[in-house]
T-cell receptor
Framework: DAGVIQSPRHEVTEMGQEVTLRCKPI?????LFWYRQTMMRGLELLIY????????DSGMPEDRFSAKMPNASFSTLKIQPSEPRDSAVYFC????????????FGPGTRLTVT | DQQVKQNSPSLSVQEGRISILNCDYT??????FLWYKKYPAEGPTFLIS?????DKNEDGRFTVFLNKSAKHLSLHIVPSQPGDSAVYFC??????????????FGTGTLLAVQP
Protein backbone atom coordinates (compact mmCIF):
# COMPACT_ATOMS: atom_id res chain seq x y z
CA ASP A 1 0.00 0.00 0.00
CA ALA A 2 1.41 3.39 -1.05
CA GLY A 3 -0.01 5.23 1.92
CA VAL A 4 -1.43 8.73 1.73
CA ILE A 5 0.11 10.65 -1.15
CA GLN A 6 0.49 14.41 -1.13
CA SER A 7 1.76 16.75 -3.80
CA PRO A 8 3.71 18.87 -4.11
CA ARG A 9 6.08 18.15 -1.22
CA HIS A 10 7.35 21.72 -1.27
CA GLU A 11 5.74 24.85 -2.64
CA VAL A 12 7.21 28.33 -2.71
CA THR A 13 4.98 31.08 -4.00
CA GLU A 14 4.57 34.82 -3.85
CA MET A 15 1.93 36.57 -1.85
CA GLY A 16 -1.31 36.89 -3.76
CA GLN A 17 -0.84 33.76 -5.84
CA GLU A 18 -3.21 30.81 -5.81
CA VAL A 19 -1.91 27.61 -4.24
CA THR A 20 -3.42 24.15 -4.67
CA LEU A 21 -2.38 21.22 -2.52
CA ARG A 22 -3.36 17.71 -3.51
CA CYS A 23 -4.04 14.51 -1.62
CA LYS A 24 -4.73 10.89 -2.52
CA PRO A 25 -6.00 8.94 0.51
CA ILE A 26 -5.39 5.27 1.18
CA UNK A 27 -7.68 3.16 -0.97
CA UNK A 28 -10.77 2.10 0.94
CA UNK A 29 -10.54 4.81 3.60
CA UNK A 30 -13.72 6.85 3.78
CA UNK A 31 -12.61 9.74 5.99
CA LEU A 32 -10.15 12.42 4.90
CA PHE A 33 -8.63 15.23 6.94
CA TRP A 34 -6.60 18.36 6.17
CA TYR A 35 -4.33 19.68 8.92
CA ARG A 36 -1.94 22.59 9.20
CA GLN A 37 1.15 22.42 11.41
CA THR A 38 2.75 25.52 12.88
CA MET A 39 5.12 25.96 15.80
CA MET A 40 2.66 28.09 17.71
CA ARG A 41 -0.48 26.02 17.29
CA GLY A 42 0.78 22.54 16.56
CA LEU A 43 -1.47 20.42 14.34
CA GLU A 44 -4.74 22.15 13.59
CA LEU A 45 -7.62 20.42 11.84
CA LEU A 46 -8.80 22.55 8.93
CA ILE A 47 -11.55 20.39 7.47
CA TYR A 48 -12.61 16.79 7.26
CA UNK A 49 -14.70 14.76 4.86
CA UNK A 50 -16.69 11.59 5.39
CA UNK A 51 -17.65 9.67 2.25
CA UNK A 52 -16.57 12.69 0.18
CA UNK A 53 -18.91 15.04 2.06
CA UNK A 54 -17.45 17.90 4.15
CA UNK A 55 -18.47 17.29 7.76
CA UNK A 56 -16.65 20.00 9.70
CA ASP A 57 -14.89 23.00 8.17
CA SER A 58 -14.82 25.09 11.32
CA GLY A 59 -11.03 25.04 11.29
CA MET A 60 -10.70 26.71 7.90
CA PRO A 61 -9.08 30.04 8.76
CA GLU A 62 -10.98 32.25 6.36
CA ASP A 63 -12.67 32.41 3.00
CA ARG A 64 -9.33 32.34 1.21
CA PHE A 65 -9.19 28.62 2.03
CA SER A 66 -11.36 26.06 0.27
CA ALA A 67 -11.29 22.27 0.03
CA LYS A 68 -12.94 19.78 -2.27
CA MET A 69 -13.23 16.03 -2.51
CA PRO A 70 -14.71 15.22 -5.92
CA ASN A 71 -14.28 11.47 -5.43
CA ALA A 72 -13.06 8.92 -2.91
CA SER A 73 -9.48 8.99 -4.18
CA PHE A 74 -8.70 12.70 -4.48
CA SER A 75 -8.92 15.91 -2.50
CA THR A 76 -7.58 19.44 -2.92
CA LEU A 77 -6.94 22.31 -0.54
CA LYS A 78 -6.79 25.68 -2.25
CA ILE A 79 -5.59 29.01 -0.91
CA GLN A 80 -6.49 32.06 -2.95
CA PRO A 81 -4.95 34.58 -2.52
CA SER A 82 -2.05 33.26 -0.45
CA GLU A 83 -0.44 35.34 2.32
CA PRO A 84 2.90 34.97 4.17
CA ARG A 85 1.06 33.87 7.34
CA ASP A 86 -0.19 30.81 5.44
CA SER A 87 3.37 29.45 5.45
CA ALA A 88 3.22 26.10 7.25
CA VAL A 89 3.28 22.36 6.66
CA TYR A 90 -0.06 21.04 5.45
CA PHE A 91 -0.91 17.40 6.10
CA CYS A 92 -3.59 15.22 4.64
CA UNK A 93 -4.71 12.15 6.59
CA UNK A 94 -7.22 9.39 5.99
CA UNK A 95 -8.90 6.66 8.00
CA UNK A 96 -11.75 4.17 8.06
CA UNK A 97 -14.65 5.66 9.96
CA UNK A 98 -14.99 2.53 12.06
CA UNK A 99 -11.29 2.72 12.97
CA UNK A 100 -12.14 6.05 14.49
CA UNK A 101 -9.06 7.93 15.43
CA UNK A 102 -6.15 6.00 14.00
CA UNK A 103 -5.52 8.33 11.13
CA UNK A 104 -2.84 7.74 8.51
CA PHE A 105 -0.95 10.86 7.56
CA GLY A 106 0.75 11.79 4.32
CA PRO A 107 4.27 13.26 4.30
CA GLY A 108 2.97 16.81 4.15
CA THR A 109 3.42 19.81 1.87
CA ARG A 110 5.73 22.55 3.11
CA LEU A 111 4.28 25.84 1.88
CA THR A 112 6.31 29.03 1.88
CA VAL A 113 4.62 32.27 0.85
CA THR A 114 7.01 35.18 0.30
CA ASP B 1 -7.57 28.53 23.03
CA GLN B 2 -5.51 25.35 23.27
CA GLN B 3 -7.69 22.53 24.56
CA VAL B 4 -4.72 20.14 24.50
CA LYS B 5 -1.44 21.44 25.89
CA GLN B 6 2.05 20.07 25.81
CA ASN B 7 3.99 22.52 27.91
CA SER B 8 7.44 21.08 27.28
CA PRO B 9 8.60 21.90 23.75
CA SER B 10 11.59 19.60 24.12
CA LEU B 11 13.04 16.83 26.27
CA SER B 12 16.49 15.24 26.28
CA VAL B 13 17.06 11.78 27.77
CA GLN B 14 19.96 9.33 27.90
CA GLU B 15 19.63 6.05 26.05
CA GLY B 16 18.28 3.32 28.31
CA ARG B 17 16.59 5.74 30.71
CA ILE B 18 12.87 6.53 30.97
CA SER B 19 11.30 9.27 28.84
CA ILE B 20 8.16 10.89 30.23
CA LEU B 21 6.14 13.14 27.98
CA ASN B 22 3.26 15.08 29.47
CA CYS B 23 -0.03 16.41 28.15
CA ASP B 24 -2.83 18.40 29.78
CA TYR B 25 -6.32 19.01 28.49
CA THR B 26 -9.12 21.36 29.43
CA UNK B 27 -12.24 19.85 27.86
CA UNK B 28 -13.91 17.42 30.27
CA UNK B 29 -15.86 15.95 27.34
CA UNK B 30 -12.74 14.34 25.90
CA UNK B 31 -13.03 10.57 26.29
CA UNK B 32 -10.31 9.14 24.08
CA PHE B 33 -6.67 10.09 23.91
CA LEU B 34 -3.86 9.24 21.52
CA TRP B 35 -0.16 9.75 21.03
CA TYR B 36 1.36 10.22 17.60
CA LYS B 37 5.04 10.21 16.72
CA LYS B 38 6.56 12.30 13.95
CA TYR B 39 9.96 12.03 12.31
CA PRO B 40 11.35 14.94 10.23
CA ALA B 41 9.94 15.20 6.70
CA GLU B 42 7.31 12.55 7.48
CA GLY B 43 3.71 12.66 8.60
CA PRO B 44 2.73 11.72 12.16
CA THR B 45 2.13 8.03 12.85
CA PHE B 46 -0.18 6.56 15.46
CA LEU B 47 1.63 5.21 18.51
CA ILE B 48 -0.76 4.34 21.34
CA SER B 49 -4.17 5.31 22.67
CA UNK B 50 -6.29 5.13 25.81
CA UNK B 51 -9.99 5.34 26.53
CA UNK B 52 -11.26 7.38 29.46
CA UNK B 53 -12.57 4.22 31.10
CA UNK B 54 -8.97 3.13 31.69
CA ASP B 55 -6.09 4.72 33.54
CA LYS B 56 -3.27 2.83 31.86
CA ASN B 57 -2.50 1.22 28.53
CA GLU B 58 0.72 -0.54 27.68
CA ASP B 59 2.27 -1.56 24.37
CA GLY B 60 5.80 -2.88 24.59
CA ARG B 61 8.11 -0.09 25.72
CA PHE B 62 5.31 2.48 25.58
CA THR B 63 2.79 3.10 28.35
CA VAL B 64 0.18 5.83 28.51
CA PHE B 65 -1.27 6.91 31.85
CA LEU B 66 -4.47 8.90 32.22
CA ASN B 67 -5.47 10.93 35.28
CA LYS B 68 -8.97 12.17 34.57
CA SER B 69 -9.35 14.18 37.75
CA ALA B 70 -6.22 16.15 36.88
CA LYS B 71 -7.02 16.18 33.16
CA HIS B 72 -3.53 14.93 32.55
CA LEU B 73 -1.96 12.13 30.55
CA SER B 74 1.58 11.02 30.12
CA LEU B 75 3.55 8.78 27.80
CA HIS B 76 6.35 6.69 29.29
CA ILE B 77 9.02 5.14 27.10
CA VAL B 78 11.18 2.54 28.82
CA PRO B 79 13.93 2.01 27.93
CA SER B 80 14.47 4.95 25.61
CA GLN B 81 16.34 4.30 22.37
CA PRO B 82 17.97 6.72 19.91
CA GLY B 83 15.36 5.72 17.32
CA ASP B 84 12.69 7.16 19.61
CA SER B 85 14.01 10.66 18.89
CA ALA B 86 11.05 12.41 17.25
CA VAL B 87 8.27 14.89 17.91
CA TYR B 88 5.45 13.41 19.98
CA PHE B 89 1.94 14.80 19.66
CA CYS B 90 -0.79 14.25 22.18
CA UNK B 91 -4.35 14.23 20.78
CA UNK B 92 -7.84 14.00 22.25
CA UNK B 93 -11.38 13.61 21.08
CA UNK B 94 -14.93 13.62 22.42
CA UNK B 95 -17.66 11.30 21.29
CA UNK B 96 -15.74 8.02 21.12
CA UNK B 97 -17.93 5.54 19.31
CA UNK B 98 -19.98 8.32 17.81
CA UNK B 99 -20.20 9.62 14.29
CA UNK B 100 -17.35 12.02 14.50
CA UNK B 101 -13.65 11.26 14.61
CA UNK B 102 -12.25 14.75 15.02
CA UNK B 103 -8.93 14.93 16.85
CA UNK B 104 -7.57 17.92 18.76
CA PHE B 105 -3.78 17.91 18.81
CA GLY B 106 -1.26 19.53 21.11
CA THR B 107 1.77 21.48 19.93
CA GLY B 108 4.17 18.56 20.28
CA THR B 109 7.27 17.72 22.32
CA LEU B 110 10.61 17.08 20.64
CA LEU B 111 12.29 14.10 22.29
CA ALA B 112 16.03 13.66 21.83
CA VAL B 113 17.50 10.38 23.09
CA GLN B 114 21.25 10.69 23.51
CA PRO B 115 23.37 7.57 22.85
Amino acid sequence: DAGVIQSPRHEVTEMGQEVTLRCKPISGHNSLFWYRQTMMRGLELLIYFNNNVPIDDSGMPEDRFSAKMPNASFSTLKIQPSEPRDSAVYFCASSWTDQLYEQYFGPGTRLTVT
Amino acid sequence: DQQVKQNSPSLSVQEGRISILNCDYTNSMFDYFLWYKKYPAEGPTFLISISSIKDKNEDGRFTVFLNKSAKHLSLHIVPSQPGDSAVYFCAATAGYGGATNKLIFGTGTLLAVQP
